[in-house]
């Protein structure tokens, strides 16, 4: 049985791999819709104090595996506009948990992770605003649009539903 949950990737076209999908944080290629968290034999890497170093999953100083946020909303409400690549665009999507699993306040990070589903937001607005704005208007727009080729290219790679999502607004 696998848990539901819901995470950010860059989506980007790699010189001989097409369209693919990389972790904002690992800077890991997501090569098929399955991914699990990198391990060494019966324990998982993790680098919670600097230095990478072997640890028993579970413990408090424990960092390892896949992370990904409990519900839509969340994730909406957490775009990582800052993490955007100038080629390629964000997506968010669907993703089953099974394995280790470990329950956070806004999230979890698993062993194992699948991709259910992908959501290639029509556009993400960046609206930046430094105190004081005039009027309360934003200084600066900048706008993300994905490639046409995106949708169709991520549901072939990972063999999951792309939708086109709605128009996504951030205030930075």
Known sequence: MSLIAYRWWIARQRRYAGWQLRSLVMRQWWEGPHLRAPAAPGVWRCSAD???????????????????????????????????????????????????????????????????????????????????????????DVDRLPQPSLVEALGRQYGVDVDLGDEIEVHA
């Open 50 to 140: 600097g230095t990478a170093r072997c640890c028993t999953w579970g413990q408090p100083h424990c960092r390892c595996g896949i992370y990904a946020l409990k519900s839509e909303r969340l994730t909406l409400n957490w775009v990582p506009w800052s993490q955007t690549p100038r080629e390629g665009c964000l997506v968010w999507g669907a993703v089953a948990l099974w394995g280790r699993v470990v329950e956070h306040e806004k999230g979890y990070r698993a062993e194992h992770v699948m991709i259910r589903r992908l959501v290639v937001p029509r556009r993400i607005w960046v609206r930046f605003c430094r105190a004081p704005c005039a009027n309360g208007l934003p200084l600066v």
